[in-house]
């Protein structure tokens, strides 16, 4: 009978081992658990202080720099190519068989021969220059030994062709710096470079625009040199390709501003209206 009251020592100390046992492990997860709070609260506290990239926002950044890229493409096409203005005298100006024409960027110069029988008859001009004629090309010399050229006996404003040649080479430089930008925060998750990339694609955009006002007053000041052969001049399509490329890069500047602001802007003209009746 006395032996259902009395508990044998090593069964006490089994009990007690396991009582401990229990107890450490449940101080050892509720510290892990307390440590692992305090990182997913430092977490939240980090992402809603506006220094790191949500996903929602990663995405947006990735589209926009998108349509930059889509801009620096164009601007690499237009410069990298001479048909910026095509010059068109009239078809009876070289002789009755051919006709000569031109057009030029900012590198190079080309002139195209045309057969006049191959033009329409109702035609006064020489051209167009997508039709089968021999071309000649070759690069500005004022680039390296400072001679000018003589094209239908006008000679081109060298000092603004290399101004605007200048404007778009520092252009293509801020688009690539720009880009940099951009990748080094989505790869580092940091709001903070987008600011300087947003300026650097604004920048560009207006040099750009600014590279095709010189580069016009230059083909003004041509057309001026020389009054005795009328010609016919009309911008191609590389203006077209960097004139989008300037607007392209523009708008990817200021959305990359918007995103680089520390609260939504849409949230803040347009607050959300009340649902509870």
């Known amino acids: 009978m006395w032996s259902m009251f009395i508990v044998p020592d090593e069964e006490i100390r089994t009990v007690n081992t396991s009582a401990g046992v229990h ?7 509720g510290l892990l658990g307390s440590r692992g709070g305090g990182r997913k609260c430092r977490n939240r506290t980090h992402s809603s202080s506006g ?3 949500s996903e929602s926002q990663e995405g947006k950044i990735k589209l926009t720099l998108f349509m930059a890229v ?7 096409l237009g410069v990298g190519t001479e048909f910026w203005v095509e010059l068109k005298p009239s078809k009876s100006f070289y002789n009755n068989q051919t006709c000569l024409a031109a057009h030029y960027g900012l590198w190079k110069c ?3 021969t045309f057969w006049v029988s191959d033009m329409d008859p109702k035609q006064e001009i020489c051209g167009p220059l997508h039709s089968q004629g021999e071309s000649n090309c070759t690069f500005f010399k004022f680039y390296t030994t400072g001679e000018n050229i003589v094209l239908f006996q006008k000679t081109p404003e060298k000092d603004l062709t290399v101004a605007s040649a200048m404007l778009a080479i520092i252009s293509l430089f801020l688009m690539v710096m720009g880009t940099i930008c951009i990748i080094m925060a989505v790869s580092k998750g940091v709001q903070f470079f987008l600011k300087p990339a947003a300026a650097c694609f604004i920048l560009s955009g207006v040099l750009i625009f600014l590279c095709l006002i010189v580069f016009h ?13 009328p010609l016919h001049h009309e911008m191609s399509w590389s203006v077209t390709c960097v004139g989008c490329a300037g607007a392209l890069v523009i708008v990817a500047g200021v959305l990359f501003l918007v995103l680089a602001l520390p609260y939504s802007p849409w949230k803040k003209c347009l607050p959300k209206k009340n649902s509870d009746i």
């Not at 889509?70 to 690499?76: D, E, Q, S, Y």
């Not at 083909?219 to 005795?228: M, R, T």
């Open 23 to 29: 107890q450490t492990s449940g101080g050892l997860e």
């Open 217 to 229: 007053q230059s083909v003004l000041s041509f057309l001026a040199s020389d009054q005795s052969i």
């Open 110 to 112: 080309c002139t195209k």
């Open 51 to 53: 220094d790191g990239i």
């Open 70 to 76: 889509t801009g620096i493409m164009l601007t690499v």
